[in-house]
């Protein structure tokens, strides 16, 4: 199945029909990929089914996460979409589309998700970063083995993007995962 991003530096992401039944024996080429820091263009069309989550409100959300970066807003202090965000108003506004209301604070987010370990990440669920503070999140939008991508909206100079996750600077301040829970 081919997931179609018009107008950007994104052409597709590219997803096998497979992977979307639970049947699959071979996951691996399961998630969409992206290129490290490419956003996509100002119209994003993509099937929620075409991505590969635990359930159906996070392929809606990851979707939304993914045409909210293709809009090419600005990072703005509270800022709540639908082209301009901060880190938390991207994920609450994400999840909203899904039916799912959080509250547009990081710290809150932390707490109104369910921890859960890396190995267990899956597109949808949120990572944060900076300790007991918690002052920035993310949405992942793609996983393959190791390699995880998010959606952020991450500072004024980096703007609103899908990123790889796992540099040494990832390393150095991520504070742990949560889970969206209904």
Known sequence: MSVALAGGAIAAATVDASCLSEESSD??????????????GPTV??????????????????????????????????????????????????????????VDYSFTQWNQTRRIPREAIAPGDLIFWFGGDVHHVAIVVSVNGAHV???EAANPDA????????????????????????
């Open 149 to 151: 991508q998010i959606a």
């Open 45 to 102: 069309a993509i099937d929620p089914g075409s991505i590969p989550a635990p359930d159906p409100a996070s392929a809606v959300a990851v979707t939304e996460a993914i045409a909210a970066v293709g809009r090419h807003g600005r990072y703005i202090a509270e800022g709540n979409g639908p082209v301009d965000f901060d880190c938390s108003g991207l994920t609450s506004f994400a999840w909203r589309a899904a039916g799912v209301s959080l």
């Open 27 to 40: 996951r691996s080429q399961c998630a969409p990929q992206w290129a490290s820091g490419m956003t996509a």
């Open 159 to 182: 703007g609103i993007r899908v990123r790889d996750f796992g540099d040494s600077w990832d390393q150095q301040y991520v504070s742990g995962y949560g889970r969206v829970t209904r």
